[in-house]
């Protein structure tokens, strides 16, 4: 494959994949940026309908012949490299470059990059601070892994010279990126289909942060083992935020009862305001917490900080409200990891006292195989769970991994083959007051959305 880094002068893409989160933004922004602009996915989707309405040709399905036309093509990483029109574009010698690189070519254009990096939290911090940047009329570009409601899309195109985007670590992808402000909330055991262990992943995300750029600084979550070894060798500035230990940069105070968390916020030892979010959960007020660390680098005062984040109702597919069934109320939720799970859950018993169902659709076979006894141990939080059968995404199916084996493991919990079987199920078991959630960073969003629909 062909090394770039300036791929200013190509004006004519096709992206491999184009159906991504990432890879449609990058798509609308090289399409505004005058570039005529191809892509194909596997299937057709929500995303591949809306960039077939902003003027850009996708294709379902990969061909040879749809690189007709590119002089540049962009690929997920998730495309294999024999994948045909990877192929097709080695033959004609058109130059090809994975996302991520694609992305650091984007970054490198803005003077003021904030990348926002972490096992999780990433959607939600980041959309926090793109939230806050808009309300202090810094005018940012945003490139977001969700839909953030106040600009109805994953991506905003600013006119300063800020930019705020969510920085991946799956196969070292952050790695192409250089960031003013570079957030790291947290690190976990995650992607082991790629890194080797937990070490390996705090390596990943030391290179990370060694990245930032000249006078720049790393915000740093304090209460996190992991973080702190990350960092331990690392020669530049660190802010640490911190929910536990008040002698670090930024430390956040919650008050007891249920509903969504109020806070108070303190910079420096000093107490600057109580924020109040709209959306439920303690980890949530670590990610509002890095969000504050990082646009204070900015100087954006608290008066514009505090009303944005108490406004922000979270991103899409992020414990989002779907609607009723009834008297039963139906959330959606991207969680996909043990720690994501118990997040959630933990969450919905503050806001819900109603029996919580649980709709989950594992992501990948070899992250169910390497955290199998967490996602065990997570689904005991709700009150009765529901396995569906493994998203595959980009991986083939290993039949020593499945859902229905999952299930065993968990005391209660049932299997359902299908999207049909279980909204029977549901519709059979659910009573007034209860709480559905559909979890999963697959489909499973549609089932619900279904149920509501009715």
């Not at 004006?11 to 505004?32: E, N, P, Y």
Request: proline share 4%; hydrophobic share 45%.
């Amino acid at each position: 494959m062909t090394e770039m880094t300036d791929f200013s002068g190509f004006k004519s893409i096709h992206f491999v994949g184009i159906g991504g989160v990432s890879m449609s933004a990058l798509a609308c922004i090289a399409k505004l940026r005058g570039c005529a602009v191809t892509g194909s996915d596997m299937q057709d989707s929500d995303a591949v309908e809306e960039l077939r309405q902003d003027g850009i040709a996708v294709h379902v399905g990969h061909a040879a012949e749809n690189i007709k036309g590119a002089e540049l093509v962009v690929y997920t990483a998730a495309v294999k490299q024999d994948n045909p029109e990877l192929a097709a574009a080695r033959a004609a010698g058109i130059p090809t470059v994975e996302r991520s690189a694609f992305l650091g070519y984007i970054l490198s254009g803005y003077a003021f990059p904030i990348g926002v990096s972490g096992t999780h939290g990433k959607t939600t911090c980041t959309s926090m601070i793109a939230q806050a940047l808009i309300a202090a009329d810094v005018d940012p570009t945003v490139l977001i892994g969700g839909t953030l409601p106040l600009i109805g899309h994953n991506f905003r195109i600013g006119r300063s010279d800020k930019i705020v985007y969510e920085a991946c670590e799956y196969v070292d992808s952050f790695l192409h990126f250089r960031s003013a402000v570079t957030v790291i909330l947290n690190i976990e055991e995650d992607h082991l289909d790629y890194f080797k262990d937990l070490a390996d992943i705090e390596k990943s995300f030391a290179a990370y942060a060694d990245l930032t750029l000249p006078g720049g600084a790393v915000v740093a979550n304090g209460d996190s083992e992991a973080v702190r070894r990350a960092l331990k060798n690392h020669k530049g500035g660190i802010i640490w935020f911190s929910l536990k230990d008040p002698s670090c940069d930024y430390y956040a105070v919650p008050f007891k009862g249920p509903g969504c968390p109020r806070f108070e916020v303190y910079e420096g030892g000093k107490m600057q305001g109580v924020c109040q979010l709209s959306i439920p959960g303690l980890h949530n007020v670590a990610n509002a917490l890095a969000a504050i660390a990082a646009c204070r680098r900015l100087d954006i005062p608290y008066g514009v900080l505090l009303p944005a984040l108490a406004s922000f109702g979270g991103a899409c597919r992020r414990f989002e409200y779907k609607g009723r069934i009834g008297d039963v109320t139906v959330i959606d939720d991207y969680a996909h990891h043990p720690s994501e799970i118990k997040a959630t859950l933990t969450a919905a018993r503050t806001v819900y006292p109603g029996d919580i169902w649980c709709v989950f659709q594992p992501h990948t076979y070899s992250r169910t195989k390497a955290l199998w006894n967490d996602f065990a141990g997570a689904l005991t939080l709700c009150d009765h769970a529901v396995l569906l059968d493994i998203y595959a995404a980009r991986e083939k199916p290993d039949p020593a991994v499945t859902s229905a084996g999952l299930a065993a493991d968990i005391p209660g919990a049932v299997y359902c083959a299908s999207f049909d079987d279980a909204k029977a199920l549901l519709l059979s078991k659910l009573k007034p007051g209860d709480l559905l959630i559909t979890m999963g960073a697959g489909n499973v969003y549609r089932l619900g959305e279904d149920m509501v629909e009715g």
